[in-house]
């Protein structure tokens, strides 16, 4: 009951409440993606850290999490300690992620409301993001805008890939 009250009142602020990827959707958010060697990932409300720690593990980039819930936030830090150092960067921001400075992404993954990704967040991104970058959008698509493309499974969710103009 108390984690859910939190969640719920997080979501009030934020973009959603806290509802983890699936592994095996972040691998394929990953791919579609695909991240180059330097690239820069952000996974706005990061939750517990699992696309940030996945993609930092696979790909030669810096990836960064946004995570306004301390208590999620505390548990990214945690898990950034038995993190493989040798592979791509990590780090984790305790912060509104609309309060946050998002342009030197060259990839942003989020899992948000329909209502806010469209009102508040894609604005906030057709400001600050240039021109050719990425934006990930995991289950819900972004009203507004016409994705380059969409993976699809059966019995799995959707995956929309956006590119900045």
Do not use: H
């Amino acid at each position: 009951m108390g984690f859910s009250f939190l969640a719920m009142s997080i979501a009030a602020a934020s973009l959603a409440p806290w509802v983890p990827s699936r592994k095996k959707d972040v691998l394929r958010a990953l791919q579609l993606a695909s991240p180059k060697k330097g690239d820069v990932i952000y996974d706005l409300g990061c939750g517990t850290g699992t696309v940030v720690l996945l993609a930092a593990k696979l790909y030669p980039i810096k990836a960064i999490g946004i995570e306004m819930a301390f208590p999620l936030y505390l548990i990214c830090k945690i898990r950034s300690l038995f993190y493989n150092k040798k592979a791509g960067a990590i780090k984790f921001i305790n912060k509104n992620l609309f309060k946050s400075d998002l342009s030197d992404a060259d990839i942003v993954y989020v899992f948000g409301m329909p209502s806010v990704l469209s009102k508040r967040l894609r604005p906030k991104l057709e400001t600050e993001l240039k021109p050719g970058t990425k934006i990930v959008s995991y289950v819900f698509p972004i009203e507004g805008w016409d994705p380059e493309d969409v993976d699809w499974l059966k019995d799995r969710n959707p995956i929309y890939l956006y590119i900045k103009k």
